[in-house]
């Protein structure tokens, strides 16, 4: 069972998500457009991930509101990155700046696609879309990763994480093709998948070129599906 205080730092997971650096300063309600701007990445990250299943920024501005309620209450309950959140000054109004937060996040959604023109996401936002390739990558390709450790290739790397992932596999390996495909269709050659991947992200690749490990990532675990778990469900 998760204790108590691990239940206590999940229940903020999104407003964490926007607090990790997507942000930067406190909103300045006397100038809202640019007071949020810095917060804009954060809040498209999150939208994004709301259209895959992922929590809706109404859940997330609900965890900024209860978090204002604890830190004005005084009650337990409230992590402590979120209780002396560093970003915002020491004079603020750190309820009041949850609030505000809150109020600009439930809003986003109206009217999203026309906030998306002529926008540049960046590059940290676009990672938050490659959450199971991401973890593969870095903890078994990465230069501290167990595929690299052992100094396995590719492919055994892949057959290592396959087994390791076996029963469940169809639970983790079809998010990972997918985030493969996605993948091919924002970085269109060699150079961007690694600046994206490598460079910027530090993940690994091993000895094969970006452009041939993404779709081998991705034929691998279709192939491991297609044999070794035909589809069923119930009904």
Known sequence: ????ESIEHF?????????????????DSADRDSGFEA?????????ESSRRGGRSLYEVAAEFRLAA?????GRPGLPADLARPDWLHPAADAPAAYRDIAEYVEQWPSGAFGRLQGKMPTSRELMYRFPSLGQLLLNYFGQDGEAAEEGMS????????????HPYCLWSLPAIAAECAEALAI???EETLRSFFE????????ELPWAE????????????????????WSR
Do not use: C, K, N, Y
């Open 1 to 4: 069972m998760l204790s108590q």
């Open 11 to 27: 229940r903020f997971e999104g407003a964490r998500v926007l607090l990790s650096g997507l942000g930067g300063h406190a909103p």
């Open 39 to 47: 917060w804009e990445p954060g809040v498209r990250a999150l939208w």
């Open 69 to 73: 309620d604890l830190l004005e209450s």
């Open 154 to 165: 590719e492919a055994e790397g892949l057959q290592l994480f396959i087994e390791q992932s």
């Open 187 to 189: 970085f269109h050659d």
């Open 199 to 206: 460079e910027e992200h530090g993940m690994g690749s091993g």
């Open 213 to 232: 490990w993404i779709p081998l990532i991705g034929s691998t675990m279709t192939a491991h599906m297609r044999d070794q778990h035909p589809a069923r």
